[in-house]
């Protein structure tokens, strides 16, 4: 894997040559979680076995190599199979689009299935899809699509290599494949509702292949320890570090806190820091889905909404506490922030996964009554760092890593700034 990390690299530096042949970029979602960094690198090398293209494939992690410190439980993953992020090649290091331009691009989606409007014109390149996610693009006789509702896309992967080329496994890609799929399917615990059937036989299909794989016990302990460490993050950070946004009249941030929404509560500028991230980032509203796991590995779920404009706030709570596919189970907490509606929630199976779907269904309802806004709704934008509640983490600030590129905390923003996005926002609401 190595030398063919190095050599992928080397070929991105060195190319300046228009004519050249180009490359088949497997790209995962932005989120880049350990799933959509798994596949992205493992099936990029598979093609690189297999492909008869003259075209080499390519594995581009989906966000700023800047941004990798934010995603811990991939850097400790990395580590732990010897394989050093420098190898690696991100979406800032690859001109997609001028590859795109020249005809020298193909790509394949892993973890995703849809490009994000942001890349819509991107959009003629992709070649394949392997996903584990709701279907959402439209059926295409140049577009190969697998998708399954398994609990990782690394299984269709492993499944995918297993069938074809099971020699091109070894230790460490292995060990990078198995350890995605125990992290996305909480260490295989059914009451998580994530394992299926396939999960588990590739699971155990890898275990045998390669005895000298960690327990998965411990895999996922040391891997969700690392997913799950904020400590010495700001509020801004773990924002980012595992969020998406939805736009059509409003625009929509969701993001997944690694903490008790208690202790998330109890900070003394929340308010005033969630309005500055609203400021920073255009947007209208916050939904915060916090997730802990109990001893038995059970996860715990809580949701928050956070906005300055009460209609908007009380809109998306209402369609929230109503939601029937599925049924979120909310019971209000109460909370000192006056801007702030808060959750305990009942069903600890509804993952962002589950909840995205109903937000969008809220978008749309709410742009086609014409009641705000032109009526267009946006795709689904990962706006900084992934998806579900096991895919993308928090982290910085851990022994694992030395510093954050967001160290250096939010910027300076003044009442006048405030005041004047408040008054924009609260016009909306007439």
Do not use: W
């Not at 709570?317 to 596919?325: H, I, P, T, V």
């Amino acid at each position: 894997m190595e030398e063919f990390l190095s050599s992928c690299r080397r070929a991105a530096q060195v190319d300046q040559d228009p004519a050249g042949s180009g490359f088949h970029v497997v790209l995962g979602n932005e989120a880049c979680d350990v799933d959509s960094m798994v596949c992205a690198l493992t099936y990029a090398y598979f093609l690189s076995k297999t492909a008869q293209s003259q075209m080499l494939a390519l594995p581009l992690l989906n966000i700023r190599q800047a941004d990798l410190v934010l995603r811990s439980d991939n850097v400790y993953l990395l580590r732990q199979v010897g394989l050093s992020p420098d190898l690696l090649l991100f979406r800032d290091q690859l001109d997609l689009r001028a590859l795109q331009k020249a005809g020298r691009l193909r790509l394949t989606l892993v973890d995703h299935n849809v490009l994000p409007s942001s890349d819509s014109d991107l959009e003629g390149a992709v070649v394949e899809v392997i996903d584990h996610h709701l279907l959402e693009r439209e059926p295409s006789p140049f577009c190969p699509v697998t998708v399954e509702t398994v609990g990782s896309c690394a299984t269709l992967v492993t499944e995918r290599i297993i069938q074809k080329t099971p020699e091109i496994l070894d230790q460490q890609v292995a060990q990078l494949l198995y350890a995605a799929v125990v992290l996305d399917c909480v260490n295989m615990a059914p009451s998580a509702g994530k394992v299926t059937v396939k999960d588990s036989e590739l699971a155990l299909a890898l275990e045998s292949r390669f005895p000298a794989l960690p327990p998965r016990g411990a895999l996922f302990h040391n891997l969700n320890n690392a997913k799950f460490d904020v400590t010495g993050l700001n509020t801004e950070q773990m924002l980012l570090k595992d969020m998406k946004s939805v736009s059509g009249s409003l625009n929509l941030a969701i993001s997944v806190l690694y903490i008790n929404l208690q202790d998330f509560l109890q900070g003394v500028e929340l308010e005033a820091e969630l309005s500055a991230f609203c400021l920073k980032f255009g947007f209208d509203l916050l939904l915060l889905m916090t997730i802990s796991f109990t001893e038995s590995s059970e996860p715990i779920r809580e949701l928050a909404v956070f906005s300055h404009s009460t209609t908007c706030r009380e809109e998306v709570s209402l369609y929230l506490e109503q939601a029937r596919n599925p049924a979120l189970k909310l019971r209000p907490i109460s909370t000192l922030y006056p801007h702030i509606t808060a959750y305990q929630q009942g069903n600890s199976l509804a993952s962002r996964k589950k909840l995205l779907p109903i937000v969008k269904d809220f978008l749309k309802e709410r742009d086609g009554d014409g009641r705000l806004g032109d009526g267009r709704l946006g795709d689904l934008v990962a706006a900084a760092v992934e998806e579900e509640e096991c895919r993308v983490p928090p982290t910085p600030m851990n022994s694992l890593v030395e510093g954050c590129p967001l160290d250096g905390g939010l910027p300076r923003i003044s009442a006048h700034d405030l005041e004047e996005k408040f008054s924009k926002m609260a016009d909306s609401d007439l």
